[in-house]
């Protein structure tokens, strides 16, 4: 009967180690972003974001590169402002082992309120890989945040805004 159930206990661990680890996300940051002289792609404003937050995975700071297309072909529910849709970018989220998390934009779009003096913005990245704990990890993140201009050019457009924001979603990862 003992080697019937270490057997049956053997097993049960063998076949939980051939799937995914997952684990929910929730973070939050703030930081800050400026329109770059990068054309990701044509007929795009490329912004850069530098941000750092706290969440499940502990502390980390986040840097970004994302195409906006103005005015959104499909804009926002509910956007009865100036809109945006963000077509395309990456990023790199570093933790303080040392690990990074890389993930791409799959879609997102920003709605601009012009009497708050804000923007709100939803974006879904793709996770595509990491480093150290998150080497072959997988999953998506939705990251919302708002912008508030902070400086702007002479044409009086925003060119620095500081945002704050939150992440949800999963993490996988094969053991």
């Known amino acids: 009967m003992k080697n019937i159930t270490a057997v049956a206990l053997m097993l049960s661990l ?17 930081g800050t972003n400026v ?5 990701l792609q044509p007929n795009t404003i490329t912004d850069e974001q530098h941000s750092a937050g706290n969440g499940t995975f502990g502390p ?5 590169l994302h195409a906006d297309l103005s005015p959104s072909p499909q804009p ?8 945006f849709a963000i077509v395309a970018g990456a990023g790199v989220f570093r933790f303080q082992d040392g690990s990074l998390l890389i993930v791409t934009v799959v ?3 920003g709605c601009i309120n012009l009497a708050a003096g804000a923007a709100a913005i939803a974006v879904q990245y793709q996770i595509t890989g990491g480093t150290g704990r998150f080497e ?19 044409s ?8 704050t924001g939150e992440i949800e979603g999963t993490v ?3 053991p």
């Open 60 to 64: 980390f700071t986040f840097r970004e």
């Open 35 to 39: 329109a770059t002289t990068i054309n």
């Open 107 to 109: 879609n997102g779009s």
């Open 76 to 83: 926002p529910p509910g956007c009865s402002g100036p809109n």
């Open 14 to 30: 063998g076949v939980a180690g051939v799937y995914a680890q997952e684990w929910p996300v929730k973070m939050t940051f703030s």
């Open 172 to 174: 996988s990862r094969q």
């Open 136 to 154: 072959g990890a997988s999953g998506t993140l939705n990251v919302t945040w708002t912008h508030r201009a902070v400086l702007r050019n002479a």
């Open 156 to 163: 009086n457009a925003p060119t620095l805004l500081a945002l």
